[in-house]
């Protein structure tokens, strides 16, 4: 079994301030652990170009993507940072961080489906959830899971794609996207009544949440996600799939308040592989949204990572 890792430096370029958590940090924390732990050696590592327009509007409105470079030519010519929302800061390097990680997407989806790998993590950032189809919030300013899964099915052809979103923040960028679109099925679980307050009725019948209570452990999760997410996948038999990999759910991370560990993490991403061994041929892109405590970071995605390439 192969798995791709796409990272590139473009992604440490996107800087909003001191003491904010989503910091370059969390990708040197990832790397740090994977050459410690020496599973840096079990991964391909892989790059890829930045995103182009037509990549952008798979998922995104043109007059967002206008809006959106205009305010980034702006900073890119003053250098002075700019505020999207309270939380969200729009830096000169954000472009190139934002482009990149979208097209490390994009680039990771054509591999898997080529059969280059059976499987690709996207350690980038930005992360992409929250971002809408026509505003930036919570971090987010393209949704590159949301371009990925949109590339799979209205460029590669595929006819049905599942996103799994694990992340103790909901997804509701990408729910704002895909609702209403049949070949996309998407799957998540978030903590209940936290940022950004949505999921609790679906936008549409493709969509599946589970908005867990707060202080959830993993076994009452485990449950829920065998009773709910696992027979509505199989029902649909995706032809790929697609993870946004948030490891904020975390008992270490303080941004929620869910008790999950690394071996929760590890089990989630084995019923994925099953799933996807059952009807994908085993076809899974995940790419990082959150996760901010950097060493309960670190070895999650590490946990993640030693089940997607089997060691």
């Known amino acids: 079994m192969s798995t791709f890792y796409y990272a590139h430096p473009d992604c440490l370029g996107h800087d909003m301030g001191a003491g904010h958590p989503e910091c370059p940090q969390r990708l040197g924390a990832i790397e740090d652990h994977l050459l410690a732990t020496g599973l840096d050696i079990a991964l391909l590592r892989a790059d890829g170009p930045l995103a182009d327009h037509k990549d952008l509007t798979l998922a995104h409105s043109e007059g967002y993507l206008l809006e959106l470079d205009e305010v980034l030519q702006q900073v890119t010519a003053s250098g002075e ?38 499987n690709a993590f996207c350690a980038t950032r930005p992360p992409g959830h929250h971002a809408t189809r026509g505003e930036s919030m919570g971090f987010c300013f393209l949704n590159n899971v949301a371009i990925a899964a949109r590339h799979a099915v209205n460029v590669r052809g595929l006819e049905r794609v599942a996103i799994i979103d694990f992340d103790v923040h909901h997804g509701n960028g990408t729910e704002d996207i895909v609702a209403g679109d049949d070949r996309i099925l998407m799957v998540s679980f ?13 936008m549409g019948d493709n969509m599946l949440n589970l908005a867990i209570p707060a202080y959830t452990r ?30 904020d759910a975390h008992r270490e991370d303080e941004l929620g308040q869910l008790g999950l560990v690394e071996a929760d993490y590890a089990w989630i ?15 899974i892109v995940s790419c990082l949204e959150g996760g901010y405590n950097l060493s309960s970071l670190a070895r999650s995605v590490a946990a993640h990572l030693r089940v997607l390439a089997d060691v």
């Open 81 to 118: 940072p700019r505020h999207i929302d309270p939380d969200t800061v729009v830096c000169p390097g954000t472009r190139q961080a934002m482009l990149r990680s979208a097209g490390l997407a994009v680039a990771a989806t054509d591999a898997v489906i080529d059969g280059q790998a059976e």
């Open 269 to 283: 991403t084995r019923q994925i592989m099953d799933v996807a061994k059952r009807h994908a041929q085993g076809r």
């Open 218 to 247: 993993g076994p009452a999760l485990r449950e829920l996600i065998e009773a709910n997410w696992l027979p509505r996948l199989d029902a649909f038999a995706p032809q790929m799939i697609f993870i946004s990999a948030g490891f």
């Open 190 to 202: 978030f903590q209940d009544q936290i940022y950004p307050f949505s999921g609790g009725i679906p």
